[in-house]
């Protein structure tokens, strides 16, 4: 079975599996090559294996395809995993996640087979065997994709997320962390999002997911489907009203002491809680713990390049948010002081839908203290289909509403000081 692009990898390969059930098979890259010996090698490993095994691993230093220079053939130093080779398929089609997982679940398919053997290997082991009857061809990357730099942000959600499926939800003592999930039309992102809550290192936690009035058959159908997790809720309203609106309807029902939002299409380094909580709990007073975070860039055909780690300021004033506009991601707030200032504000222009991350934190910075953590604990996709980036122009007229808003506070309506004057 030949596929021919990336992106469908997964669903080849269950299409296939679940077509033609044969007890092994093979994974192979373009550009591997097999000897004609190859078949003596795998009827020899296969008098070996046992019912706990899942299959065999190539041996890393074993074969490679290291070919010539005057082949004029790139061999790339970095040693990023290609997965196993030889499979056993009752231990892949089987288990909580039969099969290996699309895109909707995956979105860097390049590394679907490396996904599946972390899942594995909390079951069932691997043999690892040296060969030369396959020689694999390390092949160069191209230079837009930062493949070492791409691997080491994913890899710690890839093997986190394979653990979580071997433990236990701890429901035993409260929520530490609520973490705000509002979506609108987002299916195809949430089962992302959702397993890199699922992940966390630190299990109390409760994650609330409002459906603010999708209108779309992905989404409610994920949604009919979420995991199987008592710390997962759902709230469903017919009607969109809102980012501010939702996360307010949130904030009244949460459990714990903190909030943290999480964008339907971004997700969570998988010691994000437990690094911002360890860090407020140093902190006294503290309106706002908040991090680093990690850009992706979404191209037309879904694909996600690596951007690099963006730093927040170390300090956050009023004037610095509405003028600079930085991207804060994470934000974890205090629960009990957001209460206090009523939460998110639905009634600013275009109604608490746009730009009510900056408004929050304007109005906490301005009299309470925020705290920042110098490491990437956030992963935010960039997608020039989202509502900020479909209407930049609108973010002008939002800072100009605002800082009428503030002269009016600080001086009154126009009217009442030429009133006050006469």
Same mark, same amino acid.
């Given at each position: 079975?030949?596929?021919? /692009?990336?992106?469908?990898?997964?669903?080849?390969?269950?299409?296939?599996?679940? +077509?033609?059930?044969?007890?092994?098979?093979?994974?192979?890259?373009?550009?591997?090559?097999?000897?004609?010996?190859?078949?003596?090698?795998?009827?020899?490993?296969?008098?070996?294996?046992?019912?706990?095994?899942?299959?065999?691993?190539?041996?890393?230093?074993?074969?490679?395809?290291?070919?010539?220079?005057?082949?004029?053939?790139?061999?790339?130093?970095?040693?990023?995993? +290609?997965?196993?080779?030889?499979?056993?398929?009752?231990?892949?089609?089987?288990?909580?996640?039969?099969?290996?997982?699309?895109?909707?679940?995956?979105?860097?398919?390049?590394?679907?087979?490396?996904?599946?053997?972390? %899942?594995?290997?909390?079951?069932?082991?691997?043999? %690892?065997?040296?060969?030369?009857?396959?020689?694999?061809?390390?092949?160069?990357?191209?230079?837009?994709?930062?493949?070492?730099?791409?691997?080491?942000?994913?890899?710690?959600?890839?093997?986190?997320?394979?653990?979580? @499926? /071997? @433990?236990?939800?701890?429901?035993?003592?409260?929520?530490?962390?609520?973490?705000?999930?509002?979506?609108?039309?987002?299916?195809?992102?949430?089962?992302?999002?959702?397993?890199?809550?699922?992940?966390?290192?630190?299990?109390?936690?409760?994650?609330?997911?409002?459906?603010?009035?999708?209108?779309?058959?992905?989404?409610?159908?994920?949604?009919?489907?979420?995991?199987?997790?008592?710390?997962?809720?759902?709230?469903?309203?017919?009607?969109?009203?809102?980012?501010?609106?939702?996360?307010?309807?949130?904030?009244?029902?949460?459990?714990?002491?903190?909030?943290?939002?999480?964008?339907?299409?971004?997700?969570?380094?998988?010691?994000?809680?437990?690094?911002?909580?360890?860090?407020?709990? /140093?902190?006294?007073?503290?309106?706002?713990?908040?991090?680093?975070?990690? %850009?992706?860039?979404?191209?037309?055909?879904?694909?996600?390049?690596?951007?690099?780690?963006?730093?927040?300021?170390?300090?956050?004033?009023?004037?610095?948010?509405?003028?600079?506009?930085?991207?804060?991601?994470?934000?974890?707030?205090?629960?009990?002081?957001?209460?206090?200032?009523?939460?998110?504000?639905?009634?600013?222009?275009?109604?608490?839908?746009?730009?009510?991350?900056?408004?929050?934190?304007?109005?906490? /910075?301005?009299?309470?203290?925020?705290?920042?953590?110098?490491?990437?604990?956030?992963?935010?996709?960039?997608?020039?289909?989202?509502?900020?980036?479909?209407?930049?122009?609108?973010?002008?007229?939002? +800072?100009?509403?605002?800082?009428?808003?503030?002269?009016?506070?600080?001086?009154?309506?126009?009217?009442?000081? @030429?009133?006050?004057?006469?």
């Amino acid at each position: 079975m030949i596929i021919p /692009s990336e992106e469908v990898t997964a669903s080849i390969l269950n299409e296939t599996l679940a +077509r033609e059930i044969k007890p092994w098979f093979i994974t192979l890259h373009a550009g591997d090559t097999v000897q004609p010996h190859a078949k003596e090698e795998i009827e020899r490993w296969l008098r070996s294996y046992s019912e706990y095994s899942a299959g065999y691993i190539m041996n890393p230093d074993s074969n490679i395809d290291q070919l010539s220079p005057s082949r004029n053939r790139y061999v790339s130093p970095l040693r990023i995993p +290609r997965g196993p080779l030889l499979w056993r398929t009752k231990t892949v089609m089987t288990g909580q996640t039969p099969g290996f997982r699309t895109r909707e679940q995956l979105p860097f398919q390049r590394y679907v087979l490396i996904d599946k053997q972390f %899942e594995l290997s909390t079951r069932y082991e691997w043999t %690892e065997v040296d060969s030369d009857g396959f020689l694999y061809l390390q092949r160069q990357a191209p230079a837009w994709m930062k493949e070492a730099e791409e691997w080491q942000a994913l890899f710690p959600l890839l093997e986190a997320g394979a653990q979580e @499926q /071997s @433990q236990p939800p701890d429901i035993d003592c409260p929520p530490l962390v609520t973490i705000a999930l509002c979506t609108y039309n987002d299916g195809a992102y949430l089962p992302w999002a959702v397993r890199s809550v699922l992940a966390q290192t630190l299990g109390a936690w409760e994650l609330v997911i409002l459906d603010d009035g999708s209108t779309d058959a992905e989404t409610a159908h994920y949604l009919m489907r979420l995991p199987q997790d008592p710390r997962i809720k759902l709230i469903r309203q017919e009607e969109n009203k809102g980012k501010s609106r939702a996360l307010n309807k949130i904030l009244k029902i949460a459990k714990a002491p903190w909030l943290l939002e999480l964008d339907a299409d971004d997700w969570l380094a998988p010691d994000a809680l437990e690094i911002l909580l360890r860090e407020a709990g /140093s902190q006294q007073d503290t309106a706002v713990v908040y991090a680093n975070h990690t %850009e992706w860039l979404e191209r037309a055909n879904k694909q996600l390049v690596y951007q690099g780690v963006k730093a927040a300021p170390s300090s956050l004033s009023p004037y610095v948010l509405l003028h600079e506009a930085p991207a804060v991601a994470p934000r974890m707030f205090n629960v009990p002081i957001l209460k206090q200032v009523d939460g998110w504000d639905p009634h600013t222009l275009f109604e608490g839908r746009l730009y009510e991350d900056i408004g929050q934190l304007m109005k906490l /910075s301005g009299t309470h203290k925020l705290c920042h953590v110098a490491e990437a604990l956030y992963h935010r996709r960039l997608r020039m289909t989202s509502l900020t980036h479909r209407h930049p122009h609108h973010y002008l007229k939002w +800072r100009n509403s605002m800082i009428d808003e503030t002269e009016t506070l600080k001086h009154g309506h126009p009217s009442e000081r @030429q009133n006050a004057h006469e």
